[in-house]
């Protein structure tokens, strides 16, 4: 808990300790101190926010969803690609040898919650606030302001490795890069959804690519199919040709991405920041650290029990952490 009672009203840089303040990341941007005004998550305060749409839904919690129709596109096609690769997998393949013994009970609970862990993280990695830089009143000088870049587009201040994104028109916190394919940015706040998105969509292709080989060579025709199940073998095929494609496809793409994030997570860079890199716009600074650092870092906890779960919410550091982080 903060005492903001006790802080000096003339300029006092905030080199405080801050280990203390370790809340839920909506909490900390809402109630670190009353100079924080937490403008992401509520219309009210909206000014450069209008794209995003906020609800708060029964069980669910608060979702964000931006409003850009490029980006909604790609997001119906991934939950398109999802809905397509599932059920294929699911009745092609999956249930008619599952009920024929061939399939044992632990593989198919297996793909099923793989799939369903995929789908929640991408729901949550594209309606989770991705970090969104808190207002900050500048009339309040608890704090200093020299520490604070101001956003060229938006005018906010913001601390270090905080970027605009034109996207979401809004500044966001250690902002990783801006996805179309889940519509929101990829940044402090969801993270840890996103790779957990990768690993799982990843997993999950993997998976259906295996079945669709044992379809092809190590199951026998199932010829019982031909009457019990909704397509016959002439045309179920067509559907499994295109499963193959995508689950391969996926399988390579997610699994290409997830590797190249844990190369930046053992480099603490952001996928903006080996752009800037590559492209002549930065130089080249690496900050080496072990694996479990990085990923404790990104999932806001040590306890790695926790770490493959998409419902959970992150704790957060409070904004003061930023501001002190180069
Ligand atoms: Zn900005
Ligand atoms: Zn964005």
């Known amino acids: 808990m903060m005492k903001d009672s006790s802080w000096s009203h003339h300029h006092v840089a905030v080199n405080v300790s801050l280990s203390a303040i370790n809340t839920d990341y909506t909490n900390a941007l809402r109630s670190s101190t009353a100079q924080f005004h937490d403008h992401s998550d509520s219309c009210e305060h909206a000014t ?17 969803i931006l409003v850009d129709s490029h980006g909604l596109k790609a997001l119906t096609f991934i939950i398109t690609y999802w809905i ?12 008619p040898h599952w009920s024929d013994g061939r399939i044992p009970d632990v593989a198919a609970y297996a793909y099923i919650m793989v799939s369903f862990l995929c789908l929640i993280s991408l729901f949550r990695a594209s309606t989770v606030n991705p970090g969104a830089v808190p207002l900050i009143d500048e009339s309040s000088l608890d704090i200093d302001l020299s520490q604070l870049n101001k956003c060229q587009t938006c005018g906010m201040r913001k601390p270090a490795r905080a970027h605009h994104c034109r996207r979401c028109q809004q500044c966001v916190l250690r902002m990783d890069h801006h996805c179309p394919w889940i519509n929101n940015c990829v940044g402090e706040g969801n993270h840890y959804l996103f790779m957990l998105l990768l690993l799982y969509a990843f997993l999950m292709s993997a998976l259906s690519f295996t079945l669709c080989v044992f379809q092809f060579w190590v199951f026998p025709k199932c010829s019982a199919c031909i009457e019990t199940w909704y397509l ?20 390579i793409f997610m699994g290409l991405q997830f590797i190249s994030q844990q190369f930046n ?22 900050n080496f650290r072990s694996w479990f650092q990085g990923v404790s870092d990104i999932c806001g906890t040590r306890n790695a029990l926790v770490w493959l779960l998409p419902c959970r919410r992150k704790p957060a550091k409070s904004i003061y952490e930023y501001i002190h982080a180069v």
């Open 84 to 95: 397509y690769g599932f059920f294929s997998t699911y009745f092609i393949i999956l249930l």
């Open 265 to 286: 997570l053992i480099m603490d860079r952001t996928t903006l920041e080996n752009m800037a890199v590559s492209s002549g716009r930065d130089i080249l600074r690496t």
């Open 232 to 251: 016959k073998p002439t045309t179920s095929i067509w559907f499994l040709y295109l499963l193959v494609l995508i689950s391969v496809a996926m399988s």
């Open 48 to 64: 450069h926010e209008s794209r995003v749409i906020v609800r708060d839904l029964p069980l669910v919690g608060r979702v964000r």
